[in-house]
């Protein structure tokens, strides 16, 4: 799904777009000069993303963000609570792109509490919220 959709949230809606967004629920792992923190990949596109975290990111950090065996380089360009974005310093391909489309419809993250009990269910497994 697009980030044209009715239902994407309004704080992903920010700034300029260079090309449409893939919206997705997967979980991620975004890592900057203050820590690491598992996160969810909201939506993405070849330049960039939108993440949401348990706690706030600096913008202007440094980043990588890690998904499903897929990295990207990039910097902090915008946050707002617990959601921020990141623009890629070099475009992701097409290919993970389409890559990562298939994944949402295999690995799509729950909501509500069935996403607390997955981050519990794998931190209590692997000792990290992601497997």
């Not at 598992?38 to 990588?64: F, H, M, Y």
């Not at 617990?82 to 993970?96: E, K, M, N, R, Y």
Request: glycine share 6%; with cysteine.
């Amino acid at each position: 799904m697009l980030a044209s959709s009715p239902s994407v949230n309004l704080a992903c809606q920010t700034g300029r777009r260079v090309s449409a967004r893939l919206r997705t629920r997967l979980a991620a792992r975004l890592e900057v000069l203050d820590g690491v923190q598992d996160c969810i990949l909201v939506d993405i596109s070849l330049e960039g993303a939108c993440i949401r975290t348990n706690k706030p990111v600096r913008v202007r950090n440094e980043a990588v963000l890690t998904w499903h065996g897929f990295e990207a380089f990039g910097q902090v360009v915008w946050a707002t609570g617990t959601h921020c974005g990141v623009s890629f310093l070099d475009p992701i391909t097409a290919t993970v792109l389409l890559a990562t489309r298939r994944l949402d419809q295999t690995d799509r993250l729950p909501e509500g509490r069935e996403l607390a009990r997955y981050w519990a269910r794998s931190y209590l497994e692997s000792g990290s919220a992601l497997s």
